[in-house]
Structure formats: C-alpha cells, structure tokens
C-alpha cells in the first residue's frame, strides 16, 4: 500500500498524572509523530514507558498536558469517528453475544438496526467467525475472542486502527494465525483502514508487521529512535536482511547513555523502576551464557531462541544482569563480566554471598531498606513506609511491584526478612543477634 495523507499527526505531545504528593509525573515528554495513509508503525520500549498511554491519547480516551494532537488536521477532543482501538484483554461483555458485541459501537452511533445488522455479520464473516453470530465470549478459545475484539474495530470502518498489544494473551500458534489474517486483510484492501499504529512487546512480530518502528525511552517516554523496515510482504523470517533489522532494534533498545571514559555509572535513584527478573532466572541466564557454544558472550537474538523467552521478559533479565555488574550489553550482544563468571562458578552459598553483595553496592532501594532495618532499635519496618517513599516517584501499582521485587532479591539474599502475613521488613535473625551482641571486654578497651 502506498503512502498518502497525513491521517495522525503529534508534536510535542506531554502528559502527567497526579502523583499522591500532589506533584506530576510526567509519563510523556515532546512526544513528536506521523502516521500517513498506508502505514503499519510499530511502538517497542519498557513498560511503562508511556506507549499505552499515548495510544489512548491518540484515541480520545485521555486529554494530553499539552502539545497538538490532529486526526486529518482536526484536534483530537474525544473519541473521533474514524479511529478505532483493540485492546490486549479482549474487552467483551460477556452477556452479549458475538454479534452484540460487534454491534456496540454502531449502536452507540445510533446506525439503524438493520444496516447494524448487516455490517456486523460481513465483518464477523470477514475476519473467520461466520456461524459464531450467536455465542458468547466464554464459549469461546482466547483466538476467537481476539478476532471479536478485532471485528468490533473493523466494523466502524476506521481511518486508523490502533492495537495496543493486541496478540501479546495469544499462544504463539493462534497470534502468528492471526496476525497473519490481519495482514492479509490489509495487503488485499480488504479493509477500509488507511494506517495502522500498534504496541508490541514482541520485536519479530514488529519487524514481521512495521513499515517503521519507533523505539520509545523512559520516565518519561519520548522517541528514541526511528527505525524503518524497508522489506516486502510477506516477509521471509529467515532472510539476513530480516535479521540484520531484527539486531538493529535490539541493540537500540538496549543501548545505554554514554560517560565520559574513566567515568563511574550514576548510582540508581530510589524510585528507580527495577526490573521483573528472579534470581533463579539470572542464574539460569548466566549459566546459559557460559556454557558452549556461547562461551560467554551472544547476540541477543541469539540468546533469546536459546532461553525460548519472549523478549520482554529477556530485556528484564538483560537489565537485571546489568544492574548486578554480572553481564555487559553493548551493541546488541551480552557478555559475561568477571563477577558474573565467579557467579556461576561459586557453590549455592557463595553464590547467594555473591548475591548479596552486589544487591547492596548496586541496587539503591536494598541498600536503603537494610540500612533502615539496621538502624531501627527492633530492626524491623512496616512495607508501607517503603512503599509511601516510592510512590513519590512511581504509580501506586509500580511502587508495590518495585517493591516486590527487591523483597525478593533481598529474601534470596538473607540480607533482609518480610512476613506476608504482617506486611513487615526485618532483619534475619543471624544478623538481629549479631547487631544485638555486646562487643568483648578486649574490644571495648581497644575502643576507649
């Protein structure tokens, strides 16, 4: 499909919600963007880099800070007639049926029922549910009521469809069926869509799907990188010309700010988001890399077929390894750093020693935890005072995940205890009775 008229277009688009200290935060900063007529665009980055949310914006569900938002030189003030969404949770009544779901934005736009009638069972028909009209959701596989949720777009015959990671809840089989459908659906002009804008976490399936894909930072989220895929449909997953893009977004996507040589890392800030990644997984990540025929260093494709994970949740594991000083990534390959070799090396109490070590030197929030539990008199911490200091930088849900996190690196590191029942931090108890034991006589003298 050839490109044409602008149909989406964003400059300098910011958005910030209220923090509970009554401060903002800012999710999205000079946030710039087109999507012309003809157009698949792919948006790739962590979570909560603010991808959802521009989406949204883009949509008419949420009001941008600032900065312009057109649909075909119009202001975006709501939901505009001519851009439709699919959501990754299906999103369906489930009293309704298949064609009463289909029908909901019609009926909303109060079409006649007959012509409702029709434009529903064509689309219904057109994107493989025919004989389905009348079941329910739950009499449906998690495929099917994606293609629902894909008709119940289609069928208000949208300029621009938006797809926040539309086949991330599918098994691999029926997510690589139906995108495959939906691209048919588009090359063919079956469809009246002019320009499609999705979210993935998935860089295949962008390289796969994308005309461009934008690579979008964080805290807060604006482009990073433009990346186009100049290739034909349909797109031969094998070829070097594929793979060589394939390497290029994850290079980007895992490319660090540069310092000036000699230079030490800025140290985390407290609200710093950690990454979802348990320690038996950073284990397994790091005896993968030095076993052959790696030998310690892959390039992140590579790894990734190996590790059989899907990508978001090898980026984590990626930044957990570089957060502990285990591993370096650099121009889209991993490898393994002295202290991740003596890591895998060490016996399972070195190891967790190891662990601990570098949980303390490396991640601000454990160290400031332990340093608080050390101080108190009973060594011990509600996690609601944690969390209160965190959600002045993070969203309550991403406050309580970060801390969750970092309990359990600091559980597996003995360095500090929690009861799941009270909600309370302590110190184990070897090291309560160490920092409760007098010093010796000789030990007191030497001090005075």
Known sequence: MTKGELLINLAGVRKS?????????????????????????????????GKSTLLRIIAGLIKPNGGD??????????????????????????????QQNVELGLEAMAVPAPERERRALDVIDLIGLGGFESAFPRELSGGMRQRVGFARALVMRPDVLLMDEPFSALDVLTAETLRNDLLELWLERTIPTKG?????????????????????????????????????????????????????VYATMTQQPTRAIGAAPEPLSLGYRLPEASPYKIEGMLETLVEPPLNGKADLPQ???????????LFHLLEAGRLFNF????HGDVSLLPSGLAYVEANAAQRKEIFAEH???????????????????????????????????LTDDEAERVLEQVIAWGRYAEIFDYDYTSGVLSLPEEDEEKSETPPAPSETAAAE
Do not use: C
């Open 303 to 313: 790894l990734a077929e190996i590790l059989e994970l899907p990508d978001e949740t």
């Open 17 to 49: 919600f209220r923090a509970p200290d009554r401060s903002d935060r800012v999710v999205l900063e000079g946030v710039n963007f087109r999507l012309e007529e003809g157009e698949i665009v792919a948006l790739l980055g962590k979570s909560g880099s």
């Open 327 to 330: 591993i370096k990534v650099e």
């Open 196 to 248: 499609i804008l999705f979210v993935s976490h998935n860089i295949e399936e962008a390289v796969t799907m994308a005309d461009r894909i934008l690579i979008f930072s964080s805290d807060p989220g604006r482009v990073k990188a433009e990346i186009p895929v100049n290739l034909p449909h349909p797109r031969d997953t094998e070829s070097a010309a594929f793979k060589q893009i394939v390497d290029e």
């Open 359 to 393: 949980l303390l030197n490396h991640i601000s929030l454990a160290s400031h935890i332990r340093r608080i539990l050390d101080e108190r008199r009973d060594h011990r911490a509600p996690e609601d005072r944690f969390l209160q200091e965190l959600e002045d930088y």
């Open 69 to 98: 938002v057109l649909y075909r030189g119009k202001t975006i003030n709501g939901p505009a007639y001519g851009i439709s969404m699919v959501f990754q949770s299906f999103a369906l009544f489930p009293w309704l049926t298949v």
